[in-house]
């Protein structure tokens, strides 16, 4: 069996098996698009915990509800979303660098379109401006 279908057979088991909790290490690799994607569908569908060790930002944002940021030799909640915490690691890193641009701007768009989503508007360029300007600070 490749890696997808082996994921997908477990899925399935845990699907039958119906457990509390989920513990996945590296759960995106050796996984095709497809895959990736049917794998976050059934995390989100999930009704218990999940413990997830990853360094897929896509599958880490899309399903992450908590983060907690292991480094240093320590283990830290953290007190924003990933999105948001990767955009400002980056800008800490380089805040000239295009990849930390392109995730600061992905987050406020993210951001912003939630927010116009939720209050039926839309968002102008002044309040993406201006949150653009508060992740940098």
Sequence with gaps: LSGGQKSRLAMVAVSVMRPHVLFMDEPTNNLDVSAV???????EKFEGGVVLV????????RVARTV??????KVEP???????YWAKM?????????LALE????YVRKKMMSAA?????????????KEKADLRA
Aim: with cysteine.
């Design 117 to 129: 989503y939720l209050s039926g508007g839309q968002v102008s360029r002044q309040a993406m401006a």
């Design 103 to 106: 995730a600061l701007e992905a």
């Design 54 to 61: 990853s360094h897929d930002k896509y599958f880490v944002s």
């Design 37 to 43: 994607e049917a794998l976050a569908d059934a995390v």
């Design 68 to 73: 907690w940021i292991v480094g240093d030799g």
């Design 90 to 98: 980056l800008c800490k890193v380089d805040p000239t660098s295009d």
């Design 78 to 84: 953290c007190s924003c979303g990933f999105d948001e």
